[in-house]
């Protein structure tokens, strides 16, 4: 069977909700064939997020990990394409820690690419009327430093784990006393995004797979 773990934040910033962590409990619920779903609820603090992430990871040793969070200004549900290490947040976190400017990893590599399906992710929510786009920059908050330490374990302890970062807008809720022009998404839709990309990359870690049982039947056969 196949593993899935789904990281999502609890609310920061003053807000009483996340949408990352709403539509993370929605997907926990539901039922998918051959595919074995955890949940992960983390705080918006620096350094317990990771930790708990990252030895929830060791644990658990899943297949995929699709890491949720939120991006209250966008309009669409972003797939990420690279975490970069750096801490520079622009509001304290729940622990009150605020870096500027700091390395999340010393002398660690610049940054690293998702090695989810994105592009085909993107695809299939247009095809689903979902408004969504790759996104080239996660910030430099919480979010991006869970996506770079997630990937920099992987890629040290060579981890055979495709994972990577997917930004929610705010829900409608959060945005009533925001002004006229903040965007928001509903609960349904961006569990159903979700869903959706978790579908996507599900089927191309399933071809991967069959064409590695085929090679390496190849080799065994030569």
Do not use: W
């Amino acid at each position: 069977m196949t593993k899935l773990l789904i990281t999502a934040f609890e609310p920061f910033g003053g807000e009483l909700v996340n949408p990352s962590l709403e539509v993370a409990r929605d997907i926990g619920s539901m039922h998918f064939a051959d595919l074995q779903v955890e949940v992960v609820e983390l705080p918006v603090a620096r350094f317990q997020a990771t930790e708990i992430a990252i030895n929830r990871m060791r644990i658990a040793e899943p297949d995929v990990v699709l890491m949720l969070g939120e991006a209250g200004r966008r309009s669409r549900v972003t797939p990420e394409r690279v975490a970069i290490n750096m801490d520079d947040f622009h509001i304290p976190d729940n622990a009150g820690h605020q870096p500027q400017g700091e390395p999340i990893i010393e002398d660690g590599p610049v940054g690293y690419f998702s090695t989810l399906p994105i592009y085909s992710i993107v695809t299939q929510l247009k095809k689903a009327h979902i408004p969504a786009a790759i996104s080239n920059s996660a910030g430099l908050y919480l979010c991006n430093r869970l996506f770079y330490m997630v990937m920099h374990c992987i890629a040290m302890e060579k981890r055979p784990i495709r994972a990577g970062f997917m930004h929610l807008p705010y829900l409608h809720e959060q945005t009533i006393n925001k002004g006229l022009d903040v965007p928001s998404m509903s609960r349904e839709t961006m569990t159903e995004a979700v869903r959706i990309a978790i579908q996507v990359s599900l089927q191309v870690f399933s071809n991967e797979f069959v064409r590695q049982q085929g090679i390496q039947s190849l080799i065994g056969n030569a």
